[in-house]
């Protein structure tokens, strides 16, 4: 795989490094060029938050959020999940995550919350960051930039054929939710809506939630 600065993209495979491209902030003007990546980020992965890789390994933090996660979106949203259906949010980035950080386009949107299930300081909350507009609460990187074009061949990005960033639960690695690729050796399709937890912990042999 080639990692020339601005690789021109092959027909059907992933991009590889290299592989630049070009937009524009909508609201002034400003153009870019970056190398992209998609981040892929199931329900729950913050439980990460609360640990460091020395104190605890990425099978035992996959025990501890399979048992709290495995049926969450089915039991708040039976119509929409299956039991052991996570949803998976996804963010576009640049490999070394500092410089764009938005909300994956053509991806499905979580669920629209019930306002009447917040507690009033939580209802506040959510109507001051997106008032009575639904669509503020589903704003993502083509809400603020053009659509990213290759720095060469000018082509248009297939968001499907973007990198997705690897996470890890190691030595020297503390991603959040990474705990779930160093566990299972697997991480999502691009754009992926959902992972099914008790599939996939027991094709790598883990833990996972009983019915």
Known sequence: MTSDLDAPPQTVLPYGPGSRWTFTYRENGFTQTQELVLTAEPTGAAITDDYD???????????LWAEQQADFMHKQWPDLYRPGEVYISWGVTCPD?????????????????????????QRAAHESLYGENPDAYREDFLTHFTHPVHAVT???VNWLRLPVLDRGWNRTASDRGGFVQEATGWKPSPLQPTMDVRQIGAAAGLYVAPL
């Open 53 to 63: 890789p020395a104190e605890i390994t990425a099978q035992e933090l996959w025990r």
């Open 97 to 121: 995550q500092n410089t764009i950080s938005e909300h994956a386009p053509y991806t499905q949107a979580w669920p629209s919350p019930r306002l009447s299930d917040m507690d009033p300081a």
């Open 154 to 156: 000018g082509e248009p």
